[in-house]
């Protein structure tokens, strides 16, 4: 018996639900930093009088309060704070952060987030001071070295997109997505509609699209279409066919889509939506499997969103700024936010807000200021530090270990209870189908990710797309090694195992972390 295997024998007795024997099949990698303890509020652990820092006297005149801000604006009393020492923040802040699952703990294969690691190099590039203290309100004549890191991202992404306008504005996929709505119904009411028919109102989404797709369409004030995903994963083109009328304003499209696979009819899809005068829009959140490879504009696309925090290594998560920039055709260009970053015959670097009928086409600001500034720099660092050979490579490596994760789990027996939904191979992500396994172990896809915790590993994306049964969507990307793969693989084996003798150790997980199961329903 290892010593991991031995501490999770003789865990503290006293955490509810513990089972000792649930506890022992926890490999090397558990999630052991995870805290179990009670936490404590920032309140409980100070006391009055207790400062980290304590400002000098003031050697400026002070001013008057009320003669700078006005009384409906300021406090009656002191803002109630917690008085606390520098080494109990510090402590406080850095044992919350153990009680997260994060990428630089383990691995996170969770499907259509393509979380990679985040190089450090970036990190470093991004807190250098002319980058991290450079004010949003600057003269442009004083930040030309910001502007041109903007400008030539601008390009990299119109060169990996194969389309020639980029905005660097929307802050999010979500927020990208919905500057693509906002841009076609933009370029349709300046169409006038179509002679003799009213305004096209209509998005096409497939059943298989990302949840923000129809939600999207819904906040730009257009009506949402399903489409059916036919025998193969695909587009069903006569479903499509059906429905692409002169109502149809836009195709929302993930290729490859979200169970990993690549629409091989993506050009006689573009020439239907193309056909009834519709524009076509690419959801950029799975391009780490093609980088380099196909580009979204060769592919018919008119609008194309990206995720710097997916593709391009900007950290995710936390509520924190995330980075959605668009690139579009040349006939949506002229409807693209404004301000742009331009460069002069001379060099010059501007911020071009645009000018007459320009401004007027144009849908407007998106955010105020210019976009997530730091996330461009990582991003362009990324670009910049791998070149065009290595995006490529990046995105064939991803679709490799996504393959050979998927060869390792046939290999271990596991497709018996949790069977790929679609295909036979996969781009850089796959789904299977947890049916099978409900059915004959009764456990469900939501036990298993649970379970996983306990071997270290956070679980991949669950119940999504809507369409696959009890869907397990995993994504492992480049930047893991075989040997993660074989241990993850090696998990899903032995939890099913387990499962075949006694599906209650599924059913009570996790038991290693800082949170059990919260109230759910059955």
């Known amino acids: 018996m290892s010593a991991i295997d031995e501490n999770h024998l003789h865990a503290d007795p006293g955490i509810e639900g513990h089972h000792p024997h ?4 926890v490999g090397a990698a558990a999630a052991g ?30 001013p008057d309060a009320e003669s700078v801000l006005p009384a409906r604006l300021r406090r009656s009393q002191p803002a109630r704070l917690p008085e606390v020492s520098e080494p109990e923040i510090v402590r406080h802040y850095v044992s919350l952060s153990k009680r997260n699952f994060d990428l630089d703990s383990g691995f ?12 450090r190099l970036h990190e470093r590039a991004a807190a250098l001071p002319g980058h991290a203290r450079l004010h949003p309100l600057q003269d442009a004549e004083r930040a030309q070295g910001a502007l041109e890191l903007m400008f030539n991202l601008q390009g990299a992404l119109a060169e990996i997109a194969g389309l020639p306008h980029v905005s660097l504005q929307p802050s999010a996929g979500s927020h990208g997505e919905l500057a693509g709505m906002l841009l076609t119904r933009a370029y349709h009411e300046d169409r006038g509609g179509r002679s003799g028919i009213g305004q096209p109102h209509k ?8 949840g923000t797709n129809p939600a999207t369409v819904t906040m730009a004030g257009l009506e949402v279409v399903k489409l059916a995903t036919n025998p193969d994963g695909g587009i069903d083109l006569d479903d499509l066919r059906a429905k692409a009328d002169s109502d149809v304003a ?3 499209l993930t290729n490859p889509n979200t169970l990993g696979l690549f629409d091989r009819n993506i050009q006689e899809i573009a020439a239907i939506v193309h056909g009834v005068g519709a524009t076509l829009y690419y959801d950029g959140a799975n391009l780490n499997a093609v980088m380099g490879l196909s580009r979204p504009g060769d592919m018919g696309f008119d609008i194309v969103h990206f995720n710097l925090h997916k593709s391009f290594t900007q950290p995710h998560g936390g509520g924190g700024p995330g980075a959605g920039p668009i690139a579009v055709s040349e006939r949506i ?26 401004a007027a086409k144009s849908i407007g600001r998106l955010r105020g200021f210019h976009g997530n500034y730091g996330c461009f720099v990582r991003s362009y660092a990324y670009i910049c530090s791998l070149g065009a050979d290595g995006l490529k490579d990046a995105s064939e490596v991803a679709v490799l270990n996504a393959n050979y994760l998927l060869a390792r789990l046939r290999e271990k027996g596991v497709a018996e209870h949790l069977p790929l939904a679609y295909g036979e191979l996969c781009m850089h992500e796959f789904v299977l189908s947890g049916g099978p396994m409900k059915r004959d172990l ?14 270290g590993f956070h679980p991949p994306t669950v119940y999504f797309p809507l369409l696959v049964d009890e869907a397990l969507m995993i994504e492992p990307t480049e930047t893991e090694t075989k040997e993660t793969l074989d241990a993850f693989a090696e998990a899903i084996a032995q939890i099913l195992a387990e499962a075949a003798e006694d599906p209650q150790i599924a059913l009570d997980a996790p038991y290693s972390t800082p949170v059990r199961r919260l109230d759910e329903e059955a």
Do not use: W
């Open 22 to 25: 649930h506890g022992a099949a």
């Open 250 to 252: 836009c195709l929302m």
């Open 333 to 358: 260009a002229p409807y693209l936010p404004r301000p742009v970053v331009t460069r002069s015959a001379d060099g010059v670097f501007a911020l071009d807000h645009g000018a007459g009928d320009g």
């Open 442 to 455: 009764k456990i469900k896809t939501l036990d298993l990710a649970k379970r996983l915790l306990d071997f």
């Open 203 to 210: 998005v096409l989404t497939p059943d298989t699209a990302h």
């Open 108 to 119: 996170y294969p969770l499907g259509s987030c393509t979380m990679k690691h985040n190089p």
């Open 33 to 62: 930093p995870l805290q179990r303890e009670r936490a404590t509020t920032i309140f409980q652990k100070g006391a009055p009088g207790r400062r980290a820092f304590v400002c000098p006297p003031l050697d400026v005149p002070e």
